[in-house]
């Protein structure tokens, strides 16, 4: 079957596809939330991932029954396959509204730009297939400043975004902790803003129940001593502004 099974009802499925990058780009997972005959695709990737990710797709769903398709933030590894998307479902696109003026850039057609929905700094709550509620959760700073993350409370999988990202790692999920971290420190210590912002995500997101964390780069965490782990990790981590000095600020020579 295209895709690995993160979770699997008859009524509720969540598929990751996390192969589909050229070797070149910076490695990037895709997700599929389907609940009955509705879908949800997150963060769909560039022109290189599009039409193999539409054949896996199809294989699971007719693209047609995909309603939203959700892009936690700007980034071309995200966002650059939205005009192709967007042509072949019929979904509405879900983007933080700082950067609906950026979309065209990518190349999305005037025409479609009505099927994009701008989500409001605090984040939304929309429903697929009737009856499963999705909550669109603010992420701001970590790292984008219009960032958001999807909390699927049907599967108890916290879709985190570029939190809790690994790079350079050969397996799906993550076992040993402690020997992970060395695929995400200096990624979190560069891309995230401030000690100051992650514990206030941290704070928000302890009073959800999660049983996984799939980042949009790497590994997923799963189960919930392991979702714990990596809030105890990232709460204490010193990174972005915290780490700047004034000699980082000087003219080169």
């Known amino acids: 079957m295209a895709g690995k099974v ?19 780009a910076v490695q990037a997972n895709q997700y599929l939330i389907i609940h009955r005959d509705e879908a949800m695709l997150l963060d769909p990737g560039g022109h290189k991932v599009q039409s193999k990710l539409f054949s896996d797709i199809s294989v ?18 995200i966002v650059a396959s939205i005009n192709y998307w967007m042509m072949v479902t ?5 983007i933080s509204k700082l950067w609906m003026r950026f979309l065209p850039h990518f190349g999305l057609d005037s025409k479609l730009e009505g ?28 790292h ?26 050969d397996y799906f999920f993550v076992e040993n902790f402690e020997d992970h971290v060395k695929f995400m ?29 799939a980042p949009q780069h790497g590994a997923v965490f799963k189960g919930k001593e392991m979702v714990e782990k990596f809030l105890s990790w ?8 915290d780490l700047l000095k004034e000699e980082d600020y000087t003219l080169p020579q």
């Open 234 to 241: 990232l709460e204490s981590l010193e990174c972005g502004v």
């Open 6 to 24: 993160l979770f699997d009802t008859p009524e509720h499925k969540v598929f990751l596809f996390e192969e589909l990058t050229p070797a070149s």
């Open 144 to 169: 984008s400043p219009g960032n958001f993350q999807v909390y699927d409370p049907c599967s108890k999988i916290l879709f985190s975004g570029d939190l809790g990202a690994s790079l350079g790692q």
């Open 60 to 77: 699971l769903i007719s693209p047609k029954q995909i309603r939203y398709i959700f892009l936690s933030h700007q980034d071309p590894d």
């Open 90 to 94: 019929e979904a509405e696109a879900l």
């Open 185 to 213: 420190e200096g990624f979190h210590r560069r891309y995230m803003a401030s000690n100051k912002v992650i514990k206030f995500w941290v704070n928000m997101i302890r009073k959800l129940d999660i049983e996984t964390i």
């Open 115 to 142: 099927r994009v929905i701008p989500i409001d700094d605090k984040g939304t709550k929309v429903k697929l297939g009737g009856d499963c509620e999705l909550m669109i959760i603010p992420a701001h700073f970590l």
